[in-house]
């Protein structure tokens, strides 16, 4: 397995425990709409989809395109990884705290598909941040154990 392969790998796993957090705060009451669905659903509007899709579509949309997110992640952090602290959960937590915010402080508000933290539900973005912790911490356990760096 190569380089690129093994971060994918731990990267689509990675964003499935996070994936699990995001349900847990949804059934928790902390959140009602996963982000990535609502990002998924405003991309599909923005690029001019006019009919809602079937649930069961709409579903798969939006944990492809969050799997998608999470592996491209992934390979990046394989990038970085000779810059960061040499123990998995401090790089996996600074990993996650970097994703969550060049896409919640960053991108997604800049592209029109998700507000700011400043103008979400405290307990959405705190789940998106513990979420984003589970994932950056799970993929760098998940690269060191498959023989990263």
Not at 10 to 38: D, F, H, K, S, Y
Not at 51 to 77: I, K, Q
Request: charged fraction near 15%; glycine fraction near 12%.
């Amino acid at each position: 397995m190569n380089a690129i392969e093994r971060d994918a790998a731990a990267g689509l796993i990675a964003t499935g425990a996070m994936t699990v957090v995001i349900v847990a705060g949804r059934a928790a009451g902390l959140l009602v709409e996963p982000p990535p669905a609502e990002i998924a659903r405003t991309a599909a509007a923005k690029a001019g989809a006019r009919a809602e899709p079937p649930s069961w579509l709409d579903r798969a949309t939006w944990l492809t395109e969050h799997a998608a997110y999470g592996v491209a992640c992934a390979v990046a952090y394989g990038l970085a990884r000779p810059w960061l602290p040499s123990s998995p959960v401090a790089a996996g937590l600074i990993w996650g705290g970097a994703v969550w915010g060049v896409s919640y402080l960053g991108l997604m508000p800049a592209l029109g598909l998700y507000p700011p933290p400043d103008d979400d539900r405290p307990t959405r973005t705190g789940v998106m941040v513990a979420a984003h912790a589970v994932y950056g911490v799970t993929l760098a356990e998940l690269d060191q154990r498959l023989g990263g760096c």
